[in-house]
């Protein structure tokens, strides 16, 4: 008890030390300095460092693979060093202990899962003994925003995996393993009207919130939820003022889906969106982003194999489908057997209660070192 005790504690002081280097990933020099301490941290363990610098404005990629190469196809695991909360956050809401729960920008998604990804290396790497299986760990620095620079790098490495294991945030209630999330897509429609005096001159007014609001109950009316599919018109803006008719009008759709089909399909129509009105211009930009991470065969099995590795350190794994995207969405459509939400028990992903509970840090770090030592 005492040596778990013990063990929570040496855990968490790795990771508020993680959560106190910010890393938005909109601020590249940022993510970069928390890139420079896991390169180091890898790389002094004896990992073979691959960092893939930064474009567009994002930060770099991190690769770190173990020396030894087997006949197979290895393990990867994957997760982000960037988080949703921009500089300062820290400053507002300090890393803090409270009731047993560790609060902190970041420390859920996904902190305290990519540190116990790096500690656990560290182990495997200072035994000494080789895993079964090679082990690539991939970090990327742009998930938050769409993993729009580390895709390619991601899909890469996934088609030489034999097996992907996400450090995402571990699911409610239980901590439960994550085997299936939706697709995900973003939409920005503009409209352009043709201004006008609401009073002496409405008739030659083109008003472009009526016409974007006329969409909005359109595409609203397309969530079925059934099916697994919803529409949520997230934002939405137009006009200058109550006396003039709008000529300009704008609003941001999310799409989440279950089926790959549907979501082609959907995304024509969305893409396809036409003014009803005359004179009045629509534009629609975006598209699909990350393809349905769906329940397979083989991601079950090795959800099955996780699972009997968890009951050998006492910890019963359940696995749960999840709304939220996660760069496992593209190695999971890639075919590769992918689990997720093997990070830390926590809750309040892109929230301000966002925590972990520090008592299970231990249970998470044996299982996952358990994992990566017996996976074949
Ligand atoms: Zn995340």
Not at 126 to 131: F, M, P
Not at 208 to 217: G, S
Not at 257 to 286: C, K, N, S, T
Request: aromatic residues 4%; glycine residues 12%; contains cysteine.
């Amino acid at each position: 008890m005492a040596e778990t005790q013990e063990e929570n504690r040496r855990l968490l002081a790795g990771i508020r030390s993680w959560v106190e280097i910010e890393s938005p990933s909109t601020d590249a020099d940022a993510v970069n300095r928390m890139v420079d301490l896991v390169e180091g941290s890898l790389g002094d363990a004896g990992l073979e460092i691959e960092r893939i610098p930064g474009r567009d404005g994002f930060g770099d990629h991190l690769i770190g693979r173990t020396p030894w190469a087997t006949n197979e196809a290895g393990i990867m695991v994957l997760g982000h060093l960037d988080t949703v909360w921009s500089m300062g956050t820290l400053e507002a809401r300090p890393f803090r202990v409270e009731d047993g729960k560790a609060y902190g920008p970041g420390i859920y998604d996904m902190k305290g899962g990519a540190y116990l990804v790096c500690d656990a290396i560290r182990t495997i790497m200072a035994s000494g003994d080789r895993t079964l299986l090679s082990i690539t760990v991939v970090l990327v620095s742009d998930e938050e925003v769409g993993s729009p620079t580390s895709r390619e790098v991601i899909e890469t490495e996934a088609r030489r995996a034999k097996y992907v294991l996400v450090n995402e945030p571990a699911r409610p209630p239980h901590g439960s393993a994550v085997t299936m999330r939706s697709g995900w897509g973003r939409f920005r429609i503009r409209v352009r009207g043709r201004a006008a005096h609401a009073g002496s001159d409405h008739r030659l007014g083109r008003s472009a919130i009526a016409e974007l609001a006329r969409m909005i109950v359109k595409i609203e009316a397309m969530t079925d939820y059934g099916r697994g599919v919803t529409l949520n018109v997230g934002t939405a803006r137009g006009g200058t003022r109550p006396n003039v008719v709008p000529e300009e009008a704008e609003a941001e759709v999310d799409l989440r889906f279950a089926d790959p089909a549907e979501a082609d399909e959907l995304e024509q129509v969305l893409l396809g969106l036409r003014p009803e009105g005359e004179d009045i211009e629509v534009e629609v930009l975006g598209g699909i982003n990350r393809p349905p991470f769906e329940r397979s065969e083989a991601g079950m099995a090795l959800f099955e194999r996780a699972k009997s590795v968890a009951a050998d350190v006492g910890l019963d794994l359940k696995e749960t489908w999840a709304g939220g995207v996660s760069d496992g969405n593209f190695s999971a459509a890639l075919g590769v057997p992918t689990l997720d939400g093997l990070g830390v028990v926590g809750a309040g992903a892109h929230a301000e209660h966002e925590h972990i509970v520090v008592d299970r840090l231990c249970e998470r770090s044996r299982f996952l070192l358990r994992l990566l030592r017996e996976l074949d």
